[in-house]
C-alpha cells in the first residue's frame, strides 16, 4: 500500500503538470518592466526543464484545451473548473487550520458542505453567491513559509512547472492530503488520480487558452519573467497571510 501511494504522489507530479503550468501568469508589473534578479544555483537544469514544458504546453496541452473548448461552451467549463476547485478543498481548509486562520478554515470547511449539497457537487458556487462565503486559498508551501522556513533555491521541474524548495515540499504534502489512495488500491487510485488531474489541467487551460501570449511577446528574458513573477507573487501572498489578508494571486487563478 505504502508503494502504491509513493507511486501515486509521483505520478500525481506529472499528471498535474498543466494545472501547474496554467499558474504561471505574467509578472506582477508592466510586460518589458525590469525583472529582478534572483539567485538561481540549478540554473542549467531549470532553463532546460522550462524549455520542455513550454514544448509540453505547445504541443500536447493547448491543443488539447482548444480542441475541448470548441465543444464545451464557457459555462460549462467553468462549472467544471469549480467541480474540481470544490473537491480539492482540503489544502485549503488544513492549512488555514495549521496557520491557525481558524475563521478562515470553518469558512472552507462550510463552504464545501454548502457547495456539495446545494450547489449540485460543487458545480456551482452557491456558498459565494447566496451566503457570501469567499474561497480562502491556501497550501503547504505558504504554511512553511508562514512559520519562518526559507524558500530555499528556485526550481523548474519537468511538467509541473517553477517552484522551490520550500513550495516542493509543500506541492507534495499538499498532494498527500488527497484521501483516495488511503481507502482504495493503488491499482485503483493511480488511474482515478491520473484522470481527475488530466481533465483538470485541460479545463482550466482551455479557460486560459492566451495565457503566455503577453508575456512571450514582450518579455526579453521568458525565463527570468516567469521566475519573477512566480517568485514576487509567492512573496506577495506570504506577505499577506501573515498580515491575516486574502493572498492576492491565488494558486488557482
Do not use: C
Request: aromatic residues 16%; glycine residues 8%.
Amino acid at each position: 500500500m505504502l508503494k502504491g501511494r509513493i507511486a501515486a504522489l509521483v505520478l500525481m507530479f506529472v499528471m498535474y503538470a498543466a494545472a501547474v503550468m496554467a499558474q504561471e501568469h505574467a509578472p506582477p508589473h508592466l510586460p518589458g518592466e525590469y525583472v529582478e534578479t534572483y539567485s538561481d544555483p540549478l540554473a542549467p537544469f531549470n532553463e532546460k526543464m522550462f524549455w520542455f514544458n513550454l514544448k509540453l504546453d505547445h504541443y500536447v496541452l493547448h491543443p488539447i484545451a482548444q480542441g475541448y473548448a470548441d465543444i464545451a461552451p464557457t459555462p460549462v467549463r467553468e462549472s467544471v473548473g469549480r467541480f474540481f476547485d470544490n473537491v480539492n478543498f482540503i489544502p485549503r481548509f488544513v492549512n488555514n487550520l495549521f496557520q491557525l486562520r481558524l475563521p478562515e478554515a470553518g469558512g472552507e470547511l462550510a463552504r464545501f458542505g454548502i457547495n456539495s449539497t446545494l450547489g449540485v457537487a460543487g458545480f456551482f458556487d452557491v456558498a459565494d453567491k447566496w451566503f457570501g462565503l469567499k474561497e480562502h486559498a491556501n497550501d503547504f508551501g505558504l504554511t512553511l513559509g508562514s512559520y519562518g522556513v526559507p524558500s530555499g533555491a528556485y526550481i523548474v521541474w519537468p511538467f509541473i512547472g517553477p517552484s522551490t524548495v520550500r513550495d516542493t515540499v509543500g506541492y507534495a504534502a499538499d498532494g498527500a492530503m488527497w484521501p483516495l489512495p488511503y481507502f482504495v488500491p493503488w491499482y485503483v487510485y493511480i488511474p482515478t488520480a491520473a484522470g481527475k488531474n488530466a481533465m483538470e489541467a485541460v479545463n482550466y487551460r482551455s479557460l486560459h487558452l492566451n495565457l503566455f501570449e503577453d508575456v512571450d511577446r514582450y518579455a526579453v528574458d521568458l525565463y527570468g519573467a516567469v521566475q519573477d513573477g512566480y517568485l514576487q507573487r509567492r512573496a506577495a501572498d506570504l506577505r499577506a497571510l501573515k498580515k491575516g489578508e486574502e493572498t492576492p494571486y491565488p494558486a488557482n487563478q
